[in-house]
């Protein structure tokens, strides 16, 4: 069946559970996609969550959901702070797209509390580890049924 939620995870995330835990938790990325999987099926949902390190890839994905009129949950990890390829990519997206962090960027270096996405982005959800995405699924499910 057709996705009808595209979570795409940036570079490093396939990480998660051993990167920097005191950061990002322990949570590894199975459980990130499991927690998806059935927040979405709770919701009616279909999830599809994937994760690259090339931004190439994630370029390619959000022009698959641009074309299919598909909402995203994008967490674009460190291309947050400086891709204008992927922020120009999201601007194409007319679905909802809700930009994900683990962490509270905002609160740590300097660097990282820029985002060139949040501009083209519906909402930002971060600081709440892996449940920012149950809280981005249920803020798209809101958007989308009427
Ligand atoms: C992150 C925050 C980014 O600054 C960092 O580069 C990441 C993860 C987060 O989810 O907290 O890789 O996007």
């Given at each position: 069946m057709t996705a009808n939620v595209l979570i795409l995870n940036g570079p490093n995330l396939n990480r998660l559970g051993t990167r920097e835990p005191d950061i990002?938790?322990?949570?590894s990325f199975a459980d990130l996609v499991s927690l998806c999987t059935n927040e979405a099926q709770a919701l009616g949902l279909i999830a599809d969550v994937r994760q690259s390190n090339d931004e190439a890839e994630l370029i390619g994905w959000l022009h698959e959901a641009a074309d299919a009129l598909t909402p995203v949950i994008f967490n674009p990890a460190a291309f947050t702070h400086y891709s204008y390829a992927l922020r120009d990519a999201c601007a194409l997206i007319s679905a909802p797209l809700i930009e994900v962090h683990l962490s509270n960027p905002a609160a740590r270096e300097e660097f990282r509390q820029t985002s060139v996405i949040s501009g083209v982005a519906d909402g930002v959800i971060a600081g709440?580890?892996?449940?920012s995405y149950r809280l981005a699924l249920q803020a798209i499910f809101r958007m989308t049924s009427v």
């Open positions: 990002y938790g322990t949570a709440f580890g892996i449940e």
